[in-house]
């Protein structure tokens, strides 16, 4: 096991340098984000707000969310490694520049709190699911300090729309539905649905720097 997952980890590391050079390349401007965000609010700016296609469930926390995964997830719907038509329809509205702006602005709209430096175990059934999976390789001890910017906070999230991410990387045969990440998609393989549920709720139930930012007229 420990070889896979130092194999796992070698791979993730390789990913990311691309990933993250490629993100890099174009500066954010969060000022500029601020005024481009009139799409993302109707769904990402409000509390609660559920989508029920393809798939059922809250829509993601994204303000303090890392702005090299906001990148990264953005350029995947474009090219539909990520499979979501109302977010590929966006995402290919945006240009390189806007992803790059969209991201510095929320990422410095999170919550502002301290998280402990490593998140509480949990259950006995979803520590083990951690160790299998070598989740905090990737994503830190506390699920909030990934080893690469590109790779998601998770810790806090809603564990609903954790629940559905984790089984659309296992997911190849359907059009509407479905992440092409190979590395995500050959540990979420090892888990069935309800190991998933356990981790999503483990993992949703996590102290966060993550938030749904809403606008005083939606409230």
């Known amino acids: 096991m420990n070889k896979i997952l ?28 601020a005024q481009k965000n ?37 350029h995947a719907y474009k090219t539909g490694d990520r499979k979501h038509p109302s977010m590929r329809t966006l995402a290919n509205s945006l240009s390189d520049q806007d992803i790059a702006d969209l991201a510095a602005y929320y990422a410095g709209t999170g919550t ?64 509407l539905i479905g992440r092409g990440n190979p590395v995500m998609g050959g540990i979420a393989k090892q888990f069935s649905n309800a190991d998933l549920k356990v981790l999503a709720d483990y993992m949703g139930g996590l102290p966060s720097e993550m938030q749904t930012v809403q606008r005083d007229r939606l409230k």
């Open 112 to 175: 502002g709190v301290t998280l402990p430096a490593a998140a509480a175990e949990g259950s006995a059934k979803a520590a083990e699911l951690v160790t299998k999976g070598g989740c905090t390789s990737c994503h830190g001890a506390n699920m909030s300090k990934p080893i690469d910017p590109a790779y998601p906070k998770i810790a806090g999230q809603h564990s609903d729309y954790l629940y559905v991410a984790l089984r659309s990387y296992k997911t190849n045969d359907k059009p």
């Open 38 to 74: 009139a799409l993302c609010v109707g769904c990402h700016g409000i509390k609660g707000y559920h989508i029920g296609f393809p798939e059922v469930h809250q829509v993601p926390k994204i303000s303090g969310q890392s702005a090299g995964y906001i990148r990264a997830a953005l």
């Open 6 to 33: 130092l194999s796992v980890s070698s791979l993730l590391v390789a990913c990311a340098t691309t990933v993250t050079a490629y993100a890099q390349d174009i500066k954010g401007d969060a000022g500029a984000g």
